[in-house]
């Protein structure tokens, strides 16, 4: 089962702040973070497991809701960099290390 | 580091020919998968490896096989090419087990006419 990340776009400022959620229906294991830059490999950013609100690079963390399977990332200031696409993939315990993905926030920052 | 080396970059094949993608990865990960992407759309899985003689289908595995002779190398084969095959395929790589994230490499753009 997919999850659903919303919103499918965003666009903002330089220095303004975003929030990106990933949510399923399924019970999760974990749920990773990954940005794509235009015509580039996808990027890991950071893991949250169950119970966990972790701190990534820059000014990106997450937190992991598991009783309401829903994930969110947080991006603070953002800076021009930050711009991409960010997928959430989604691990659960019966599927081993598969991940299922989301279909993507599209993030633009301008100056 | 090389890290997940995937070739070629790019490719055009006909309709019906057939093409293997390879990719290898130089960090003694036992995990690895391939994905494909469509334009605008997220990752899709085709089929993964925990280990050498090891592999299982993903979600979309239909027109695709797979391989696993080494810890290092995992070859995509497209088998009579169809225009619905046209993508961004991606291989990737993770250390054993859980929470582990996942190494991509810089994908093959591949078009079929």
């Known amino acids: 089962q997919q999850p659903v990340q919303s919103p499918q776009a965003v666009i903002l400022r330089e220095g303004e702040d975003a929030v990106i959620n990933c949510s399923s229906s399924?019970?999760?294991?974990?749920v990773h973070w990954y940005r794509q830059k235009h015509g580039e490999a996808p990027v890991f950013l950071m893991i949250?497991?169950?119970?966990?609100e972790q701190k990534g690079h820059e000014k990106i963390s997450a937190s992991f809701n598991e009783k309401k399977q829903q994930s969110s990332l947080y991006l603070t200031a953002s800076q021009l960099s930050y711009s991409g696409t960010y997928f959430c993939?989604?691990?659960?315990?019966?599927?081993?290390?598969?991940?299922?993905f989301g279909e993507g926030t599209q993030l633009t920052v301008n100056p | 580091n090389a890290g997940v080396t995937q070739t070629p970059k790019f490719h055009i094949l006909k309709i019906g020919q057939s093409m293997t993608l390879q990719c290898t990865q130089d960090?003694?990960?036992?995990?690895m998968y391939w994905y494909r992407q469509d334009p605008g759309m997220g990752l899709k899985l085709i089929y993964y490896?925990?280990?050498?003689?090891?592999?299982d289908k993903g979600e979309v595995p239909n027109g695709y096989n797979v391989s696993r002779s080494t810890t290092e190398d995992f070859p995509l084969r497209l088998e009579l090419a169809a225009p619905s095959q046209t993508s961004v395929y991606f291989c990737?790589?993770?250390?054993?087990?859980?929470?582990?994230?996942?190494?991509f490499g810089d994908g093959t753009r591949l078009s079929i006419l």
């Open positions: 990737a790589s993770s250390r054993d087990s859980y929470n582990q994230p996942q190494h």
């Open positions: 399924k019970a999760l294991y974990s």
């Open positions: 949250l497991l169950k119970g966990g």
């Open positions: 993939g989604t691990e659960r315990k019966t599927s081993g290390s598969r991940l299922t």
């Open positions: 960090m003694n990960h036992n995990y």
């Open positions: 490896s925990v280990g050498a003689g090891i592999t």
